[in-house]
């Protein structure tokens, strides 16, 4: 090579480093820029849903530190139940409770409540399915008769009678029906 070639390898090694090096600089600088436009639209979706008026202000008492109970029925009437610290676990783990009686791939999970240290009820009426729950048992009832009436008076106004299919305490247990001796057969 002779002299005047040396200097134009050069010129166009050094185009070629400045290049690679403002498109790492650019691709850096973009990459930097997606993260924090996530960042900000993640930071202003959660201000806007802390500041919404239907939510409560997480108290320190007794109930914010018991397991949630999750309550769940498909719609043949199968149901499972679950407690757990995690939320998630005792979802998934009530949808795996209905589907060893529902027999169905899908239907678990298609209503389910959610509380802690309050009372669940499923009752069922013909094919429909009241789920509620509540802090007090009397609270429970109250809700389901409400949600009855309210099924009865606008969209099932020939609805089968009510049975309470499933009851759960404060501490996730299934509690027992009563059963009113004096109508039990002998």
């Known amino acids: 090579m002779d002299g005047s070639a040396r200097p134009a390898l050069f010129r166009i090694k050094q185009a070629q480093q400045r290049s690679c090096t403002m498109s790492r600089h650019a691709v850096q600088n973009v990459a930097c820029a997606l993260a924090l436009s996530v960042c900000a639209l993640d ?4 201000q806007s849903n802390s500041s919404r008026a239907d939510l409560a202000p997480v108290s320190a008492s007794e109930d914010y530190w018991a397991a949630p109970t999750v309550l769940t029925i498909a719609p043949n009437g199968s149901w499972g139940t679950a407690t757990d610290q995690s939320i998630h676990t005792a979802i998934t783990t009530a949808i795996a409770n209905c589907k060893k009686m529902h027999q169905e791939k899908i ?8 509380i802690r240290a309050g009372w669940s009820l499923v009752i069922r009426c013909g094919r429909e399915n009241i789920i509620v729950a509540e802090k007090t048992l009397a609270d ?3 809700a389901a008769i409400n949600r009855e009436n ?3 008076r606008i969209y099932v106004p020939n ?5 309470r299919v499933v009851t759960i305490d404060p501490h ?4 027992a029906p009563r059963l009113d001796h004096r109508n039990a057969r002998r």
């Open 140 to 142: 429970a009832e109250q």
């Open 150 to 152: 309210e099924l009865r």
């Open 107 to 114: 239907g678990c999970g298609s209503q389910f409540t959610t």
């Open 172 to 175: 996730g247990a299934i509690v």
């Open 43 to 46: 930071s202003s979706l959660a």
């Open 159 to 163: 609805m089968p009678p009510c049975a």
